[in-house]
């Protein structure tokens, strides 16, 4: 069972990273991180799967090679150099020791990119290194201009570590919640969200949280909300949409009946179907969601779970619905065209 992650190296930082020129850079991209992992005695891969009892911030900067191509993450393999102009490469980590000096770093990059940020949840089976470089990949190729901040939980970046991943999103319900309120008070005036996998179950469980105490659109600034193939069992997916109430703005539903690793998924929770490959699609439609099909979509793994972010026109789409309010698109226009494209 591939899950949701790659490669399993686990290295973010390798040695010395080869100088390229600006020619042979597509992108330098500042990642901001919240996560309830714990620092790792390995310094090359900065967080581990192991969970830390609070939250631990950082910043990662991420060139991306000039060759790229639109839904692709060109990782470097073993043995092979440190290039830049050829991989996806992570230059820099600085951490920070206290949540004020790391709502201050990230309050000024808000200011600076126009008051907007996207918050990364992503799934099961996944190394911190993958997280960063998928988050990397979808904020250069959708070309989101706000910041970009990965919500990286404790996920053991094992197959077989289904279960304890799973208790893993679980822990980590309160600290998203506190991560939302402080980009909440950090200056943002609009959050989106883009939840994968697994990640849709820390994601939805956190929304739940918030609307229980008033607050389901963190005053106003929740922007979209994107479920990419969920792995949420579909009536408890139910029961969370029904407390937290129709949103005023509908949830962005990605699911596909193609989706090998939910399939998996379901056959370890007792054969029931999962959020992102129920077919009744005009039954969840109902609790205030928007459903797009991609079961059509063509995707990159063999597992078909990316397809989100590894097809090159749906995320771009993707892009240019996260746009919408900046003058770029309609929001109709574009749901409407994602929804062409599964077609």
């Not at 979808?138 to 706000?146: A, N, Q």
Request: hydrophobic share 35%; with cysteine; glycine share 10%.
């Amino acid at each position: 069972m591939a899950g949701c992650g790659g490669r399993k190296t686990e290295e973010l930082l390798g040695s010395a990273v080869m100088s390229a020129p600006v020619t042979e850079i597509a992108g330098n991209h500042s990642i901001f991180i919240a996560t309830t992992r714990k620092p790792s005695d390995d310094p090359n891969k900065v967080f581990d799967g192991e969970r830390s009892a609070t939250l631990n911030y950082a910043r990662v900067n991420v060139t991306v090679p000039g060759l790229h191509q639109t839904g692709q993450i060109e990782r470097r393999s073993r043995g092979k150099s440190n290039d830049p102009a050829k991989y996806f490469m992570a230059s820099e980590v600085v951490g920070y020791d206290t949540q004020p000096k790391f709502a201050s770093a990230i309050s000024a990059d808000i200011a600076a990119r126009g008051g907007r940020v996207m918050v990364f949840v992503h799934g099961y089976n996944t190394g911190f290194d993958d997280a960063v470089y998928r988050l990397t990949q979808i904020v250069h190729d959708s070309g989101y201009p706000g910041t970009p901040v990965l919500f990286s939980w404790a996920s053991g970046a094992k197959t077989t570590d289904y279960v304890y991943d799973k208790e893993s999103a679980s822990a980590a319900r309160d600290q998203l919640e506190v991560t939302l309120r402080m980009l909440a008070q950090s200056g943002a005036r609009r959050i989106d969200i883009v939840a994968h996998s697994m990640g849709t179950w820390v994601t939805m469980e956190t929304l739940r949280q918030l609307a229980i105490t008033g607050d389901r659109d963190l005053g106003g600034k929740l922007g979209d909300v994107v479920l990419a193939s969920p792995d949420i069992d579909v009536d408890v997916f139910k029961s969370q949409m029904r407390r937290y109430g129709k949103p005023d703005k509908p949830f962005i539903l990605l699911l596909s009946d193609d989706d090998r690793a939910l399939r998996l998924s379901g056959l370890i929770a007792g054969s029931r179907p999962r959020v992102g490959d129920y077919k009744d699609a005009a039954d969840l439609a109902s609790y205030g969601v928007t459903v797009v099909d991609l079961s059509k979509v063509k995707g990159s793994d063999s597992f078909n779970h990316t397809k989100f972010a590894d097809n090159p026109a749906l995320v771009k789409m993707i892009g240019q619905r996260l746009r919408e309010d900046d003058g770029f698109a309609s929001d109709r226009d574009v749901t409407d065209r994602i929804s062409l494209l599964g077609q």
